[in-house]
């Protein structure tokens, strides 16, 4: 009789403790379904809101336009130094008062520099376009990244050096003994200082195309 | 007995089913994390070292062009022959731009810590792009309109009447041509930067 009493008491503290660990499982089930929903819902709306490929192809857009337009101006500027030319009405025999962009190694250097500017901003659209086209896609985007970070200082060096040649031009230095020549060549000195404001622009394009590209690159998570 | 026996069977499955998939999701993400991290903090450390260099190559054209007069030997009482960077509008506007060009690049440093320590944070590496690219073309500016005119000063012009002075100053040309130089040893370095800065920001 003892020993039955001791058997029926064991037995009916084991479901005690079982009743606990099956609540347990089911809490931890609970508690892991509704997270997974939730970032699932989240995400949906994140893309709805952000859609990346969009803003991006936008970004590309105003990229291939600032794009064609520093190509027209770097173009310009090269143009117009090297059809500023300007001869006096009075010369010699022997002597001929000339004046013309060959006169000046930096103003040839500004010529070259800005052609080969606006040739690589030409060469340089249809990667634009590839951009555009795929406006999540990096190697493109980094590649004109790279080009235009090139191209922009080359073009500032041929527009600095020529601002300071044409600077001396029309004022002239005392110290050195540079004496002024715009005086008599006034249309040359105004067609120098059109090309140098039109390089310039193309400069500061260059530039909003490295920090447009940049911006671009970006990481959207 | 048979009973017992299936309450406890339960509860075992289901819990290791549960422990075995959040290990999963914590190390994939662990992975991911400490990949991208190297690469860029490694590419933040090389900013840095970049952005040294480029103090010293831009307060050294700075210094050196500041420091370039010379006084000729000979003087009569009315008239001394004397060369310096402020003689020349364009060397003054070098002294500034590389003074300035310096001076930005030591304030840049805690920012390019920051990338080091937070490397893939896009805010501070963006803000530093766009910084180093306003700054690089000052730099190029002056250099590039100090070095016309140095060459200008070594090789004169006929066409314009202009004469070479460096035969009489050849150290003040000494010092400027190295100057200028040195200056665009600082454009070379922030080239590099805004590519480094590109190429940290793309998209992985």
Known sequence: MDIEKAGSRREEEEPIVQRPKLDKGKGKAHVFAPPMNYNRIMDKHKQEKMSPAGWKRGVAIFDFVLRLIAAITAMAAAAKMATTEETLPFFTQFLQFQADYTDLPTMSSFVIVNSIVGGYLTLSLPFSIVCILRPLAVPPRLFLILCDTVMMGLTLMAASASAAIVYLAHNGNSSSNWLPVCQQFGDFCQGTSGAVVASFIAATLLMFLVILSAFALKRTT | ?204
Not at chain 2, 11 to 40: C, F, Q, W
Not at chain 2, 82 to 111: C, H, K, N, R, W
Not at chain 2, 121 to 132: G, I, Q, S
Not at chain 2, 133 to 143: D, E, I, K, Q, R
């Open chain 2, 1 to 204: 007995m048979k009973n017992e026996s299936t309450f406890i069977d339960v509860p075992a499955e289901s819990s290791s089913a549960m422990k075995g998939k959040a290990p999963l999701i914590g190390v994939a993400r662990d992975h991911t994390t400490s990949g991208s991290g190297g690469y860029n903090r490694g590419l933040a450390i090389f900013d840095f070292l970049l952005r040294l260099a480029a103090i010293v190559a831009a307060l050294a054209a700075a210094a050196t062009m500041g420091t370039s007069d010379e006084t000729l030997p000979f003087f009569t009482q009315f008239l001394q022959f004397e060369a310096s960077y402020d003689d020349l509008p364009t060397f003054q506007f070098f002294v500034i731009a590389m003074a300035l060009v310096g001076g930005y690049l030591v304030l840049s440093l805690p920012i390019s810590v920051v990338t080091i320590l937070r490397p893939l944070a896009t805010a501070p590496r963006l803000l530093l792009l766009v910084l180093d690219t306003g700054v690089l073309a000052l730099n190029t500016a002056a250099a590039s309109s100090a070095a016309a005119i140095s060459y200008l000063a070594h090789s004169g012009n006929q066409n314009t009447n202009w004469l070479p002075i460096c035969q009489q100053f050849g150290d003040f040309c000494q010092k400027s041509s190295g100057a200028v130089v040195s200056a665009f040893v600082s454009v070379v370095f922030f080239t590099i930067l805004v590519v480094i800065s590109g190429v940290a920001l793309k998209r992985h």
